[in-house]
């Protein structure tokens, strides 16, 4: 086995959890409550849409992962059909989301046990920093071995107070206030869920480490789809139910605590604990999803030399072991600069997880349609090449992800301009790297372990 080389232990099962374990993150439990705020039973609409939207991405994703089993993900894909900085940009652009993403994750959590007992937020960020390095570092089948714990946990607690609430209330979908949201309003909202369901990249950057990638990572990616999309209909469904029965519940000014608030009103002080553990299993199950797929954008970088060769550095438990350590620090560094800002009331910690939720969505956004467009290339340039899936409706399929994208990306710009303008300085910033560092090191050969 190559030096450079991660060994393949993840099997389809592990592929999926680490799916779903992006998919089913901090967003039902932070966002739903907001969602349902905000456009009541069209609630349902809104996630259906944004899982169909993601769907057209996720197809693509399965083409590429049947031909290209790469650490890099997304990134390797964009790479396939680009070279020089637009190569170099999917790299940059992903490693952006993992760490917003990841660094979301945390906050969100640490902002929650915050506000319920007082807990030091950098503390208990820095306990969880480490913890998944500590995790990370012992190799990938026990990273993939906790996803799958915190997974199965966190989904069957989801399932149960579903199950509980429809039960109890039956199907309650209150129609009234329907004037007040619009076709547009709906569209709209999708765009604030869109990191929600980033799970299907997770996937493709398991390619160089899953046993069978070429076969598993595209079913992988359309059950992480299908699956995710049915729990978020399920837990909606039961919301709205219950909020029906008890619309005071509606009337919180911290619609983070809506869902805890529900389960305490189905099984008073045990529900309360029960979901509260559901919570922090969905979001530590998040963040380790993410900062394992952030590990290894960083590692196919540096192999590809867009990136310093000091991350390519392998441990004798074949991992990426330089990248993990990096990534953590760069995350634990954002702990400390958020926690300093809250202590000299510069920053709100509530404006800032929503501001790197909506960091990691632009990324996520510009990335997946550079994915897209990246399959229309790669078809012209490689006609002959045997796909182990090819994506229904092409050339619509990408097309429409790529609207979507754009869309996504400009519907961001109106919402959040001043995270526009800290994402604009991000690629400015990584213009600079390519310059002094990639583009007279890169590798624009194809990437090693594909087709």
Same mark, same amino acid.
């Given at each position: 086995?190559?030096?450079?080389?991660?060994?393949?232990?993840?099997?389809?099962?592990?592929?999926?959890?680490?799916?779903?374990?992006?998919?089913?993150?901090?967003?039902?439990?932070?966002?739903?409550?907001?969602?349902?705020?905000? %456009?009541? /039973? $069209?609630? =349902? &609409?809104?996630?259906?849409?944004? @899982?169909?939207?993601? +769907? #057209?991405? !996720?197809?693509?994703?399965?083409?590429?992962?049947?031909?290209?089993?790469?650490?890099?993900?997304?990134?390797?894909?964009?790479?396939?059909?680009?070279?020089?900085?637009?190569?170099?940009?999917? %790299?940059? /652009? $992903?490693? =952006? &989301?993992?760490?917003?993403?990841? @660094?979301?994750?945390? +906050? #969100?959590? !640490?902002?929650?046990?915050?506000?319920?007992?007082?807990?030091?937020?950098?503390?208990?960020?820095?306990?969880?920093?480490?913890?998944?390095?500590?995790?990370?570092?012992?190799?990938?089948?026990?990273?993939?071995?906790?996803?799958?714990?915190?997974?199965?946990?966190?989904?069957?607690?989801? +399932?149960?107070?579903?199950?509980?609430?429809?039960?109890?209330?039956?199907?309650?979908?209150?129609?009234?206030?329907?004037?007040?949201?619009?076709?547009?309003?709906?569209?709209?909202?999708?765009?604030?869920?869109?990191?929600?369901?980033?799970?299907?990249?997770?996937?493709?950057?398991?390619?160089?480490?899953?046993?069978?990638?070429?076969?598993?990572?595209?079913?992988?990616?359309?059950?992480?789809?299908?699956?995710?999309?049915?729990?978020?209909?399920?837990?909606?469904?039961?919301?709205?139910?219950?909020?029906?029965?008890?619309?005071?519940?509606?009337?919180?000014?911290?619609?983070?605590?809506?869902?805890?608030?529900?389960?305490?009103?189905?099984?008073?002080?045990?529900?309360?604990?029960?979901?509260?553990?559901?919570?922090?299993?969905?979001?530590?199950?998040?963040?380790?999803?993410?900062?394992?797929?952030?590990?290894?954008?960083?590692?196919?970088?540096?192999?590809?030399?867009?990136?310093?060769?000091?991350?390519?550095?392998?441990?004798?438990?074949?991992?990426?072991?330089?990248?993990?350590?990096?990534?953590?620090?760069?995350?634990?560094?954002?702990?400390?600069?958020?926690?300093?800002?809250?202590?000299?009331?510069?920053?709100?910690?509530?404006?800032?997880?929503?501001?790197?939720?909506?960091?990691?969505?632009?990324?996520?956004?510009?990335?997946?349609?550079?994915?897209?467009?990246?399959?229309?290339?790669?078809?012209?340039?490689?006609?002959?090449?045997?796909?182990?899936?090819?994506?229904?409706?092409?050339?619509?399929?990408?097309?429409?992800?790529?609207?979507?994208?754009?869309?996504?990306?400009?519907?961001?710009?109106?919402?959040?301009?001043?995270?526009?303008?800290?994402?604009?300085?991000?690629?400015?910033?990584?213009?600079?790297?390519?310059?002094?560092?990639?583009?007279?090191?890169?590798?624009?050969?194809?990437?090693?372990?594909?087709?």
């Amino acid at each position: 086995m190559d030096k450079q080389e991660l060994k393949r232990e993840l099997s389809l099962t592990t592929l999926l959890m680490f799916g779903i374990g992006g998919l089913i993150g901090a967003s039902i439990y932070a966002l739903s409550g907001y969602l349902i705020k905000e %456009s009541g /039973l $069209f609630a =349902i &609409a809104v996630f259906i849409l944004t @899982s169909m939207f993601s +769907l #057209t991405s !996720a197809l693509i994703y399965a083409e590429f992962s049947s031909i290209i089993y790469s650490a890099g993900g997304g990134y390797s894909y964009i790479k396939s059909a680009f070279s020089g900085f637009l190569a170099f940009l999917g %790299s940059w /652009l $992903f490693y =952006i &989301a993992y760490i917003s993403a990841a @660094s979301f994750y945390m +906050l #969100t959590l !640490a902002r929650y046990l915050n506000i319920l007992y007082k807990t030091d937020i950098l503390l208990f960020s820095a306990f969880i920093i480490i913890l998944f390095t500590i995790v990370n570092l012992n190799g990938v089948k026990a990273t993939g071995d906790i996803e799958f714990l915190l997974v199965i946990l966190k989904v069957t607690i989801l +399932l149960f107070f579903s199950a509980i609430i429809l039960l109890k209330f039956g199907v309650r979908l209150n129609t009234n206030n329907l004037n007040n949201v619009n076709l547009a309003k709906i569209i709209g909202l999708t765009t604030v869920i869109f990191i929600s369901f980033e799970g299907y990249d997770i996937i493709a950057t398991t390619g160089g480490e899953a046993k069978n990638p070429r076969k598993d990572a595209p079913l992988a990616i359309i059950l992480t789809i299908i699956f995710g999309t049915l729990i978020y209909m399920l837990v909606i469904v039961s919301m709205l139910s219950l909020i029906d029965a008890h619309p005071w519940i509606l009337e919180l000014d911290e619609y983070e605590m809506v869902i805890l608030k529900e389960a305490e009103a189905i099984l008073d002080e045990i529900g309360f604990v029960i979901m509260l553990f559901g919570i922090i299993l969905s979001i530590l199950s998040a963040y380790n999803a993410s900062f394992y797929a952030g590990t290894r954008i960083l590692f196919a970088a540096s192999k590809d030399g867009f990136i310093i060769k000091k991350f390519l550095k392998i441990s004798d438990k074949k991992v990426p072991s330089s990248s993990i350590v990096f990534t953590s620090f760069l995350i634990l560094l954002i702990a400390i600069l958020a926690y300093a800002g809250i202590i000299t009331n510069l920053l709100d910690v509530k404006t800032l997880v929503v501001q790197l939720g909506m960091l990691a969505s632009f990324s996520f956004a510009l990335s997946f349609a550079l994915v897209d467009i990246a399959l229309i290339v790669h078809r012209r340039k490689f006609k002959e090449l045997k796909r182990g899936f090819k994506t229904p409706l092409y050339p619509i399929t990408p097309l429409v992800g790529v609207g979507f994208a754009i869309f996504t990306l400009v519907n961001l710009i109106f919402r959040a301009p001043i995270t526009f303008l800290m994402f604009l300085l991000l690629l400015g910033i990584g213009k600079i790297l390519y310059i002094l560092e990639a583009k007279n090191n890169a590798n624009n050969k194809r990437i090693s372990g594909t087709y």
